[in-house]
């Protein structure tokens, strides 16, 4: 069975950091693209950064561009995300969810789509204060 588990997450001062880990374990694929969602309250998720496990490439939402870093771990099956200069506005819960194999299309161009994965973590609550 596939898990996913964040943990990272807490309150912290605007400008701030946090890094984020998401734990995956119960899986053998050999290709996968691992993202972070995150979703506010009275909000729709929203894609904010992912990495691929065939080139290493990594892909971000322009909201977080300069600020955020993803990175893996792959002899842990980790993925982090270290979230830097952190605003209000970047309050969520951030989930990371895993896609399995190589999309149909160009990675870049769906990274961002929540369709595109098939497995969730059950979250983890980020709060920035102002």
């Known amino acids: 069975e596939v898990q996913l588990v964040e943990s990272g997450g807490g309150l912290v001062q605007a400008g701030g950091s946090l890094r984020l880990s998401c734990a995956a374990s119960?899986?053998?694929?050999?290709?996968?693209?691992i993202g972070w969602f995150r979703q506010a309250p009275g909000k729709e998720r929203e894609g904010v950064s992912c990495i691929s496990s065939w080139d290493g490439r990594s892909y971000y939402a322009d909201s977080v561009k300069g600020r955020f870093t993803i990175s893996s771990d792959n002899a842990k099956n980790t993925v982090f995300l270290q979230m830097n200069s952190l605003k209000p506005e970047d309050t969520a819960v951030y989930y990371c969810a895993i896609g399995v194999g190589r999309p149909r299309w160009r990675l870049f161009s769906v990274w961002i789509l929540s369709s595109e994965y098939h497995y969730w973590g059950q979250g983890t609550q980020v709060t920035v204060s102002s």
């Open positions: 119960g899986f053998t694929f050999d290709d996968y693209f």
